[in-house]
């Protein structure tokens, strides 16, 4: 266990050192839904109309900008070796990188969200399960740009290739996540779409590691 | 040297190919307790390919690599326990100190925080631990990425041009640890291509050039 939590802790470390690889992608996040109203129309009610598809598809391409970065490094320095190398199981390993990535670029996007609702005209009362919703969307998001950036990390440009792979992996938890935000904004409650978001989640945890091991293994051994 | 000890690494007709180039074929070589075996070589003949298959990190080749008799993709658990392998990037997070990249090391080896702060005083750089390793210059991030092996509890050693970028203490430095290993009953796979007459010990040499020309005439 101690071999995890020390892992834990210099990863932790790394991501506070690295802050603008979360920064980067609340700003884009941010941006291009500040650009929304200027693009599109500053009325209220067609913004309230677009708001969750847009919270949603912006969300889903910052996500996807993080998500190069979440190997990249540890394979540059060779420290991607020495994980190889543990006489342990990697999953642990894996679940560490991916969560300390969803509470750098994920939760602090989800945290936005109300600002950004509001921004769009989205009901007061939808915020709390946009927030809910992105918070579990985006933790699958990280799960799944985990096997592009897995598969792409030998490569020396994997940023296209990694949205290529990715996004079509991400379509469903557009359609749930979109969709849960659209309910709660027309009145109604999405438990459901939370709940099957939270079982995305649930799936991707177990599955995920599994292929990005894999990934790594192939990307070392190249 | 303890001839009669039961080989702790044995490589049987080794070939590795990149792609369609065949880098080398045919390599045998046994290697026992207190043992250090130098790999020669031109650039490009294969040196850090063999000891990626050694490492278990390349694991596209013909032929066996046995770990005290087993193979290692069937012991792979217990040799990798015993492994430690420096490759040509030092592995040390850039942004992290000396102090804290060490931690990690030490907490994977079991040992305290106290042999890592001998480790670094031993190789001269405890003053520079808290600064992060990209204020260091390369040869002070290779000390501390060779901090590792005065903590070490591994018995095989494999090293990738160990003293790339250290100046003439440090490599007497490392090779006096090196020494001490080898005579505690550890082994040592390393290239190098700084004076290895320079290395103050016995050891074996394999040259993949040999092999590399046998093959070209052949």
């Known amino acids: ?87 342990m199981h990697l999953y642990g390993m894996v679940w560490i990188k991916v969560l300390i990535h969803w509470l750098f670029t994920g939760l602090p996007l989800a945290l936005l969200s109300p600002l950004l609702g509001g921004m769009l005209s989205l009901p007061v009362a939808a915020m709390p399960i946009t927030m809910l919703a992105l918070a579990l969307g985006t933790l699958c998001l990280s799960l799944l740009g985990a096997i592009g950036a897995s598969l ?11 949205a290529v792979i990715v996004l079509p992996l991400y379509i469903p938890v557009l359609i749930f996540g979109a969709s849960a ?42 | 040297m303890q001839k009669n000890s039961s080989p702790i690494v044995e490589l049987k007709k080794l070939s590795v190919s ?17 043992e250090l075996l130098l790999i020669t070589g031109e650039n490009g003949s294969g040196k850090t390919s063999l000891l990626r298959v050694l490492a278990g990190l390349n694991t596209q080749y013909d032929g066996e690599v046995r770990w005290r008799g087993e193979n290692i993709r069937s012991s792979w658990h217990d040799y990798a326990q015993q492994l430690l392998y420096l490759g040509h990037q030092p592995a ?14 030490a907490s994977m080896a079991g040992v305290s925080m106290q042999q890592v702060q001998g480790a670094l005083e031993m190789l001269g750089i405890a003053h520079k631990a808290h600064l992060p390793c990209y204020r260091l210059s390369a040869g002070q991030q290779r000390r501390v990425a060779l901090a590792r092996l005065f903590f070490s509890s591994q018995s095989l050693w494999i090293l990738d041009e160990p003293f790339t970028a250290l100046d003439t203490h440090g490599f ?4 006096e640890r090196l020494q001490q290993h080898c005579a505690q009953g550890g082994s040592i ?19 993949l050039d040999a092999l590399h020309h046998r093959e070209n005439a052949a």
């Open chain 1, 1 to 87: 266990m101690s071999t995890l939590t020390a892992t834990l802790q210099r990863e932790w470390q790394l991501a506070w050192r690295n802050l603008s690889d979360a920064i980067n992608p609340l700003v884009f996040f941010l941006m291009v839904i500040a650009l929304v109203p200027l693009g599109v129309s500053a009325e209220s009610s067609r913004l309230a109309a677009l708001a969750p598809g847009m919270l949603w598809v912006a969300a889903l391409l910052a996500s996807l900008l993080s998500a190069d970065m979440l190997f990249r490094r540890d394979y540059d320095d060779g420290m991607l070796e020495q994980y190889l190398l543990l006489p």
């Open chain 1, 152 to 162: 792409t990390v030998s490569l020396r440009r994997g940023g296209l290739l990694v």
């Open chain 1, 181 to 222: 935000t659209a309910q709660t904004a027309a009145g109604t409650t999405a438990w459901g779409q939370l709940a099957i978001l939270a079982a995305f989640d649930l799936m991707a945890l177990v599955l995920t590691p599994l292929v990005v091991i894999t990934g790594l293994r192939i990307a070392v051994e190249g």
């Open chain 2, 18 to 34: 990149v792609g369609q180039h065949k880098l080398f074929s045919g390599v045998d070589f046994t290697l026992h307790a207190g």
């Open chain 2, 92 to 105: 040390l997070k850039s942004q992290l100190s000396a102090y804290e990249n060490l931690a990690w090391y």
């Open chain 2, 172 to 175: 007497v430095l490392i090779a």
């Open chain 2, 189 to 207: 796979v390393l290239t190098t291509h700084h004076g290895s007459e320079n290395l103050g010990m016995a050891y074996n040499s394999l040259s």
